[in-house]
C-alpha cells in the first residue's frame, strides 16, 4: 500500500507562482512513475506533468515553459513548480503514482485556484 500526501495548493493571483509536493509512503519497492493531474469543474480529469524514475519528462502544451517537474528518488516526493499561473490553471491537482509493478494509486488532491 502507498499513501499519497499533496500540499502547496492554495490561492494565487495570475502570474504568480505555487510549488506543489506530493509525499509516498508506505510498503512498497519502487515507484516508476509519478505524475501530477488535474480536474477542473465540468472538466476530465487530465494529465498536467509526469517524471519516470530516470529523469524523463513530458508535459501537457498547455503547460509547457510555465511548470517543472521533479523527484527526489531517496525521499519518494515529487514536486510541480507552477509559474506565470493562469487562471485556466484553477482546479484540484492530484498526485498519481505506479509502482515497478504497475499498481497505481492517486492522492486526495489540493485545490489551487488562480484569481485576482
Known amino acids: 500500500q502507498v499513501q499519497l500526501v499533496e500540499s502547496g495548493g492554495g490561492l494565487v493571483q495570475p502570474g504568480g507562482s505555487l510549488r506543489l509536493s506530493c509525499d509516498a509512503s508506505?510498503?512498497?519497492?519502487?515507484?516508476?512513475?509519478m505524475g501530477w493531474y488535474r480536474q477542473a469543474p465540468g472538466k476530465e480529469r487530465e494529465l498536467v506533468a509526469g517524471?519516470?524514475?530516470?529523469?524523463?519528462?513530458n508535459y501537457a502544451d498547455s503547460v509547457k515553459g510555465r511548470f517543472t517537474i521533479s523527484r527526489d528518488n531517496a525521499k519518494n516526493t515529487m514536486f510541480l513548480q507552477m509559474n506565470s499561473l493562469k487562471p485556466e490553471d484553477t482546479a484540484v491537482y492530484y498526485c498519481?503514482?505506479?509502482?515497478?509493478?504497475?499498481?497505481?494509486?492517486w492522492g486526495q488532491g489540493t485545490q489551487v485556484t488562480v484569481s485576482s
Open positions: 498519481r503514482v505506479e509502482l515497478v509493478t504497475r499498481a497505481d494509486y
Open positions: 508506505g510498503s512498497f519497492i519502487s515507484i516508476n512513475f
Open positions: 517524471i519516470f524514475r530516470g529523469g524523463s519528462t
